[in-house]
C-alpha cells in the first residue's frame, strides 16, 4: 500500500475543528431535497465547509478507490476497525466515501446519520 506523503498536515487542525458539529446531536446535516431525483439531498452548508477543509487538507489523494470498495465495506461493517486504522487508511477512506458522493449523491448520508464521519474525525485527532 503506497503512502500518500503530499497530506497537508498543517490544515488538519481546521478538519478537526467540524467535530463539535458532527458531536452535535441537535444538529440538522442534511435536508432532502424533493425536486431532483439526480440530486436528492442538499448538506448543511457546515457540511460543505468541512468537505473543501478535507480536499484543502489533502485527505483526498488518488488512487483506484473504486478498486478499494470491498475493503471501505470492511471499515463500514466493521466501524470498531477504524480504532486501528492508520493515516494511510483514513486517506483512503475519506477518498472513497467522498469520492462516491460525487457518483452516488446522497451516500454521505448515511455516514453523516450513524456517526461514521465522527468516528473518522476522532480517529484522525488520535493520529494527529
Do not use: C
Not at 478538519?15 to 441537535?26: G, K, N, Q, T
Not at 471499515?75 to 469520492?99: G, K, N, S, V, W
Amino acid at each position: 500500500m503506497p503512502t500518500f506523503e503530499n497530506l497537508k498536515t498543517s490544515a488538519i487542525p481546521q478538519v478537526l475543528s467540524f467535530l463539535p458539529f458532527f458531536e452535535d446531536e441537535a444538529e440538522t446535516f442534511y435536508t432532502e431535497n424533493n425536486t431532483s431525483f439526480f440530486h436528492p439531498y442538499s448538506y448543511h452548508e457546515q457540511v460543505e465547509n468541512f468537505l473543501g477543509a478535507v480536499y484543502d487538507a489533502k485527505l483526498i489523494q488518488a488512487f483506484e478507490w473504486r478498486a478499494w470498495k470491498e475493503e471501505a465495506q470492511q471499515y463500514y461493517d466493521q466501524p470498531e476497525r477504524l480504532e486501528e486504522a492508520d493515516l494511510d487508511i483514513l486517506i483512503r477512506l475519506f477518498t472513497y466515501h467522498i469520492r462516491r458522493e460525487r457518483f452516488y449523491s446522497g451516500h454521505l448520508v448515511d455516514l453523516l446519520d450513524n456517526g461514521y464521519f465522527m468516528a473518522m474525525l476522532r480517529r484522525l485527532q488520535e493520529l494527529t
